[in-house]
């Protein structure tokens, strides 16, 4: 017991040390249980600031970049959300604790799958699951509040910058998938675009079509 305490303090506590200090993240983040995201010969490791392997030759993140990045995106409880690159679903559960509603998605359906089946044990209601090629958004649901991309592009995908509402917040890593790439925030204005770039990070690439 006073084990699994100490081992959520010293994650909130290393959160803390690498600049996620925003409480509302933090707290989101306490609630979700990263163990459940990982594939059980890694449990014993889901509370370490690393990456690791999950299906498909994928990754879950490294949780200091989820909470950097679910900070940057500021996001509303009254927040309609769109991730593209479901993974774990670890991301989409945490924002799915600060926003109205979220939709993830994947271009690898067993991803989807096994991240769907988590949501549903931990009873979270406010996710939509779909297979697709993110690159394209989900026109059917846009506008969105805030958008969030954990692959890397070369650039913010045009089709997502127009589906992000005017005032929209969109959290992306751009640059070469095999270098080290930039965390950029995209801010819609009403005639434009407001760039910033936050932290370098590396992530899997951003690839066309379903798998
Ligand atoms: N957010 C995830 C980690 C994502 S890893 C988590 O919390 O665990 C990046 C994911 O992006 C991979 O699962 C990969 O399949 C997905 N991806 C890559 N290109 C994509 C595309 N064009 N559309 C949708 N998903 C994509």
Known sequence: MSGEHDQLMQFIYTLRARGVTDTRTLRAMERV????????????????DVPLPIGAGQ???QPSVVGIMTQALDVGERDKVLE????????????SHLARRVYTVDRHRGLVADARAVFD?????????FTADGS????EQA???????????EDAP???LAQL?????????VGQSDHVQSLIRVIRLENGFDYEELHPVRFVPLVAGLA
Do not use: C
């Open 143 to 153: 506008p969105f509040d805030r958008i969030i991309v954990t692959a890397a592009a």
């Open 165 to 173: 509402k005017v005032g929209g917040i969109m959290v992306l890593p």
């Open 136 to 139: 394209y958004g989900l026109p």
């Open 59 to 61: 990754t879950i993140s």
């Open 121 to 129: 044990a931990l009873g979270i209601t406010n996710i939509t699951a």
């Open 33 to 48: 249980d990263r163990a459940l995201f990982v594939r059980p010969t890694f449990a014993d490791r889901a509370y370490e």
């Open 84 to 95: 593209v690159g479901t993974g774990s679903g670890y991301q989409a559960a945490i924002l």
């Open 158 to 160: 045009s089709p997502l």
